[in-house]
């Protein structure tokens, strides 16, 4: 793909959950095989007025979004938290914590895995603060969430991410679960 246009009403063809997305995605890099095994390499998208991604991707299993496996090296990876809700509705269920609250999203390593189960290592940057990780994160559908790994950050406001006024802007560097 070099400058190439896509519609959502296009990839709705083979993802029909996409079907009311009605934006158009700009496109370049290499990418070769099939909708249900899809490999992208030196690969740039644009989604959106605010979502970018930059890097290598492999995905499997489309068109069933629950049980597609993604393998993606992230060289930039940012998006909003209005972008993301756009294709990933599930997230708005999510209010404790308050993801809407991070804003923005700019993320530079690696995630592997599945939409609601998933390992991510490398920085993330958001409106309320850098964090490098190293988690496993789990979003089960009717479920609360879960995570366990590794998180460090000079500054972070966890009050405003977990919706608490006793709790501010943190230095962490350790492990967590929960």
């Given at each position: 793909f070099i400058n190439s246009s896509i519609s959502s009403a296009d990839i709705a063809f083979f993802a029909p959950e996409l079907k009311d997305l009605d934006k158009t995605l700009r496109v370049n890099g290499y990418v070769s095989g099939?909708?249900?095994?899809?490999?992208?390499?030196?690969?740039?998208?644009?989604y959106g007025n605010d979502t970018r991604l930059d890097g290598d991707i492999r995905i499997t299993g489309l068109p069933d979004i629950e049980k597609t496996f993604i393998?993606?090296?992230?060289n930039d990876f940012r998006t909003t938290y209005k972008d993301a809700v756009s294709f990933v509705p599930a997230i708005k269920d999510i209010t404790n914590p308050s993801i809407s609250e991070l804003g923005y999203l700019r993320f530079?390593?690696?995630?592997?895995?599945?939409?609601?189960?998933?390992?991510?290592y490398g920085t993330l940057e958001t409106a309320l603060g850098t964090v490098t990780t190293d988690?496993?994160?789990?979003?089960?559908?009717?479920?609360?969430?879960?995570?366990?790994?590794?998180?460090?950050?000079?500054?972070?406001?966890?009050?405003?991410f977990l919706g608490r006024t006793d709790i501010g802007v943190i230095a962490f560097n350790g492990d967590l679960s929960g």
């Amino acid at each position: 793909f070099i400058n190439s246009s896509i519609s959502s009403a296009d990839i709705a063809f083979f993802a029909p959950e996409l079907k009311d997305l009605d934006k158009t995605l700009r496109v370049n890099g290499y990418v070769s095989g099939t909708v249900a095994n899809i490999q992208a390499k030196k690969f740039n998208l644009q989604y959106g007025n605010d979502t970018r991604l930059d890097g290598d991707i492999r995905i499997t299993g489309l068109p069933d979004i629950e049980k597609t496996f993604i393998d993606f090296q992230s060289n930039d990876f940012r998006t909003t938290y209005k972008d993301a809700v756009s294709f990933v509705p599930a997230i708005k269920d999510i209010t404790n914590p308050s993801i809407s609250e991070l804003g923005y999203l700019r993320f530079k390593g690696k995630y592997t895995g599945f939409i609601r189960n998933f390992t991510a290592y490398g920085t993330l940057e958001t409106a309320l603060g850098t964090v490098t990780t190293d988690i496993k994160m789990k979003l089960p559908e009717n479920k609360s969430p879960s995570y366990s790994g590794k998180v460090e950050t000079a500054s972070f406001n966890l009050g405003k991410f977990l919706g608490r006024t006793d709790i501010g802007v943190i230095a962490f560097n350790g492990d967590l679960s929960g």
